[in-house]
């Protein structure tokens, strides 16, 4: 008989076994982990917003007027009046025509591809696209072509050689692991020429990225066209949870029909509505923590250039650092754990073989002080044993 206790020592002597930190206490700056005070270099929080008064307020209140959960699947008898004014919202902070909520950035891609992609499509999508992506393309059962990180000549030899009838095209905005920005003017002129839907998934620069945090079409100077759909997460800048999906109204409403893990599934919680509906007023009013989190992204991709512990190729908040073995990476940064800083590493399979590397992220609520500290016991970890 298989041997599932086999199979998790296979997974421990590889050094791929996941052990997960128990953080206690409110997300922020400073965290603590495993029952130690460290310095937060790890979440995905990038402003600093998920344990901001206002938003604890506006959650709180909700969950008084509403209770707590939503009850129901949205189209069962689960939407509540807190969802259509986070989509509104939603649609008055991107100037997009349309926008659904989805459960999680997961689901949101489950969701939109399956929904969007079958048999007859061809997806292309990017060597790096993020885990929920690449499933949701195997569920769809649609023809996967990936082509080169970022490439987009790559990309236009693909769409060249395709005989699909229905094409889709799909890009992270901001690369997860790499910090990279998508090429997206380029790709989205691709899209056009080829008649194929283009799918931004934008979960790591909606809040971040442009003038206004709307995101990576902000920052490349390019519109939400009718051939595009974006997806964004909740849960990372804006410091909730959730996600939502925006574009044109027929995409919209084909999503509400189609999409089985959006159908399938009980509505988000009102509160966690109420709390990602303040922080878009954060956002929207607030355009000092975007600014002093490029201020910190600045500071610190210059230090870790001066320490000499590796290449940053990254333009943005996510500074990964390559160690290479997954052995190696998980020591480093439980050494830089010992000095009391946080920053996760990170192994197969969310990066590829050989390329273990330590993930670090930057936060508008970060001080100098703080990334000074990091930066010294970054240096004297990787002297140790990178
Ligand atoms: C590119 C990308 N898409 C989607 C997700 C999933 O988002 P969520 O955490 O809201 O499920 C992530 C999160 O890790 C991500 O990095």
């Not at 997206?184 to 998934?201: N, T």
Request: hydrophobic share 45%.
């Amino acid at each position: 008989m298989f041997s599932y206790s086999d199979e998790l020592e296979k997974l421990d002597r590889a050094g791929l076994k996941r052990n997960p930190r128990v953080i206690t206490g409110p997300q922020g700056a400073r965290v603590i982990v495993d029952n130690k005070p460290a310095l937060q270099l790890s979440s995905n929080d990038y402003l600093g917003l998920a344990s901001n008064p206002l938003l604890k307020e506006a959650a709180i209140k909700s969950i008084e007027k509403y209770g707590t959960g939503a009850g129901a699947s949205r189209l069962v008898t689960g939407t509540m009046d807190a969802h259509i004014e986070l989509e509104e919202k939603i649609k008055s902070f991107t100037k997009a025509p349309s926008a659904l909520l989805f459960n999680s950035g997961y689901n949101a891609n489950l969701s939109c591809i399956t929904a969007l992609a079958g048999r007859a499509t061809e997806v292309f999508s990017d060597k790096l696209n993020h885990a929920s992506i690449i499933d949701a393309c195997v569920l769809s059962r649609a023809k996967l072509t990936r082509f080169l990180h970022a490439d987009v000549n790559a990309l236009e030899r693909a769409l060249k050689k395709s005989v699909a009838k229905k094409k889709i095209i799909i890009t992270e905005g901001v690369f997860s692991m790499e910090g990279t920005v998508a090429p997206l003017g380029e790709m989205a002129m691709l899209a056009k020429k080829h008649g194929a839907l283009f799918i931004i998934d934008d979960a790591h620069g909606f809040g971040v990225l442009g003038q206004n945090g709307r995101g990576v079409l902000e920052y490349c100077g390019a519109q939400l066209e009718p051939f595009m759909l974006c997806i964004a997460t909740l849960g990372k800048a804006v410091g909730s949870f959730g996600a939502f999906a925006v574009g044109e109204k027929e995409i919209i409403d084909l999503l509400v029909s189609k999409a089985r893990p959006f159908i399938f599934t009980t509505a988000l919680p009102p509160a966690v509505c109420a709390a990602s509906i303040k922080a878009l007023e954060i956002m929207a009013t607030m355009p000092e923590l975007r600014r002093r989190l490029w201020e910190n992204i600045a500071f610190l991709k210059k230090g870790l250039a001066s320490a000499g512990v590796g290449d940053i190729t990254s333009k943005t908040q996510i500074l990964p650092l390559i160690v290479g073995s997954a052995d190696k990476t998980m020591q480093v940064s439980a050494a830089l754990l010992e000095k009391g800083v946080f920053i996760q590493g990170i192994r197969p399979p969310t990066v590829p073989e050989n390329t273990s590397r330590l993930r670090i992220t930057v936060s508008a609520v970060h001080s100098r002080e703080d990334l000074s500290f990091a930066l010294t016991a970054i240096k004297e970890a990787f002297s140790e044993i990178a």
